[in-house]
């Protein structure tokens, strides 16, 4: 996790005092640029590799019938939600 704050913070992101992104601003992807400059490019890349553990893991868990009708409170299934797509971002990041 302090790996990722790091990178995510190299990225020109800004973390919390203990790593986290709470209150933190975020760059998000050049775009409109046919050349884009090397800096850009590498910018691009290191975001949509941050990105696609999260992506693909919220993929899967749309396809879920489960999901579609659950018959718990709502409360519990946010929690049920976010244990699982930690789950699946962990399996993806291997």
Known sequence: MAAQARRTASL???????????????????YHHHEQPEHYQQF???????RA?????FAQLKSWRLLRRA????RRIGTIVQ?????LTCNYAG
Do not use: Q
Not at 13 to 22: E, I, Q, S
């Open 83 to 87: 244990a699982v797509h930690t789950l």
């Open 71 to 74: 018959r718990c409170s709502t």
């Open 53 to 57: 553990p999260g992506e693909r893991a």
């Open 12 to 30: 020109g992101h800004r973390t919390g005092p203990n790593g986290d992104l709470t209150g933190a601003t975020f760059r998000t992807p050049y």
């Open 44 to 50: 691009n890349r290191d975001h949509a590799h941050l």
